[in-house]
């Protein structure tokens, strides 16, 4: 299913939107944190994304090319 790495990356990402949201709410949606913020987003679900993709550089026991 997920790899470890991408549990750890969309847990961060899901971190993120939620302290994305607490200090927007309470900051008034200043503009340099939820931007900055946002990126993180950004970064973190882009990065996820890759580790799901390249799957977390697992390599199958019995394919005996991946492994040379």
Known sequence: MFS???KLFFGLTAS???GF???GFFQN???IGVVGLG???CALALIGGVV???R???V???DTAAAA
Do not use: E, P, Q, Y
């Open 4 to 6: 470890t790495g991408s």
């Open 16 to 18: 993120a939107v939620a």
């Open 21 to 23: 949201v607490v200090f």
């Open 29 to 31: 949606w200043d503009a």
């Open 39 to 41: 990126a993180a987003i």
């Open 52 to 54: 799901v993709f390249a």
């Open 56 to 58: 977390d550089a697992d």
């Open 60 to 62: 199958v026991a019995g």
